[in-house]
């Protein structure tokens, strides 16, 4: 892996380890004598201002730099997560509810052009696997930060945010100083050149939406999204009807994080020769068939078995999942195709758990054959919508031979399957 790749891992992690907010948020607010309405809202800001984000950073990205971007996003979320302590603090609900969104909106900025950053600093063969462990570096982030969270919250409620704070201005340190300044994509600078080539095409997320084959893609990741938090939203209240105890819940979870901290690397070292749409589809069966299997009462030893079989969809699905985006993108667009993933992604995550509680209200634990019927529209969804790798390379346009290289492993322009040329 290329410096700008270990930069960006550590970076995540670093990030995603001081990652506090969206898990304590309504607990701060509460102990600082908010309203449980004020504390929900302001978490339900920062939860839309993620989405909104991760559109801005497309655009900015592909129009800046991945480097303006990233820095951008960290140093701004530092100082409005300083901005909402103080408004907290003061004791003013609204400035927190506009702090939360102004921060989210520019903490959701950076992983669009930290993506787009991994996939030209990696040759096409590899970036199914860089992919894998940069989301590595994510997940122990996510299964640390809970912990750390809880023995600084002990110490003091605004420590806990002041070090998250620090966490995004570290990680903009660390982009600043070590990752080399990639300007816009050289795709743009052709639109000027004086060549005989023909300017690639315009276009922001329109363009984006005109790709009728990644719309597809688009719509099984946002069904896969709602399938899938069906886990964390729904499980719970399915086996508390079951009788079961709150512990078997967090075991169950627990299951699942492990089990994709241990095993997605190792897994992908397999699924990364397989085409991503073989690999996506696999994943989104298996993700809809483990939630099936909720809805049969085998005891223990089936929850287990069912929990396996779910989270092995993530395992063998993810890593595709998110490299394929940059691999299909037109190298000027490569950002905003990144964010509209990540948006597809989230938005399902968002309504899925609205969408679960409601159905399992009326029809209980069948809510999980439901799931795995749509997961089944989201498998033939990807199945018609994504592109095999050699059709991808055979569109690609040739690398200009010309374009610079920076001497740190990544050049403007990559060719749009991700290689270093």
């Not at 009728?212 to 938090?229: D, R, S």
């Not at 667009?333 to 969408?355: D, K």
Request: aromatic share 10%; hydrophobic share 55%.
């Amino acid at each position: 892996m290329t410096l700008p790749v270990w930069v960006l891992l550590v970076g995540t992690l670093v990030n995603t380890v001081g990652s506090f907010l969206m898990l304590f948020l309504t607990l701060y607010l509460t102990q600082k004598g908010f309203s449980p309405f004020h504390a929900g809202l302001a978490l339900g800001a920062w939860g839309a201002g993620r989405i909104a984000g991760a559109f801005i950073g497309g655009t900015i990205a592909d129009r800046m730099g991945y480097r303006f971007a990233m820095a951008l996003s960290m140093f701004s979320t530092a100082a409005l997560i300083a901005a909402l302590i103080g408004a907290a603090n003061l004791g003013n609900p609204w400035l927190v509810v506009a702090a939360a969104l102004a921060g989210a909106s520019l903490n959701g900025i950076w992983r669009p052009p930290a993506q787009a950053m991994i996939t030209e600093a990696t040759p096409p063969g590899h970036l199914v696997m860089v992919t894998a462990f940069w989301r590595l570096a994510f997940n122990i982030g996510v299964f640390v930060a809970p912990v750390l969270g809880a023995l600084l919250s002990r110490i003091s409620w605004d420590l806990l945010f002041w070090v998250e704070a620090g966490s995004s201005a570290l990680f903009g340190v660390l982009v600043v100083v070590a990752l080399p300044s990639v300007a816009r994509p050289s795709a743009a600078k052709a639109e000027t050149a004086e060549t005989d080539a023909p300017a690639p095409e315009r276009g922001g997320y329109g363009r984006v939406l005109r790709d009728g084959g990644f719309v597809l893609f688009l719509f099984a990741l946002l069904v896969n999204g709602i399938v899938y938090i069906q886990g964390p939203a729904t499980l719970s209240l399915h086996l508390d009807g079951l009788g079961y105890a709150t512990a078997v819940f967090g075991a169950l979870v627990s299951l699942n994080a492990l089990t994709v901290i241990c095993l997605e690397v190792p897994v992908t070292r397999f699924t990364q020769r397989w085409q991503p749409r073989t690999a996506v589809a696999i994943g989104m069966a298996l993700t809809g068939i483990g939630l099936s299997l909720w809805s049969v009462e085998f005891g223990i030893a089936g929850l287990v078995v069912a929990t396996l079989v779910w989270t092995m969809g993530e395992v063998v699905a993810s890593p595709s999942m998110f490299a394929y985006p940059a691999m299909v993108a037109p190298p000027h667009l490569r950002a905003r195709y990144i964010a509209a993933t990540n948006v597809a992604n989230q938005i399902g995550y968002s309504v899925g758990p609205v969408i679960g509680t409601a159905i399992w209200a009326g029809v209980g634990g069948a809510v999980f054959w439901i799931c795995g019927a749509l997961a089944a529209v989201a498998v033939l969804a990807v199945l018609a919508g994504t592109r095999t790798i050699d059709t991808v390379r055979a569109s690609a346009p040739a690398p200009d031979p010309s374009t610079p290289d920076d001497g740190q492993g990544v050049k403007e322009g990559a060719a749009v399957d991700g290689s270093v040329p």
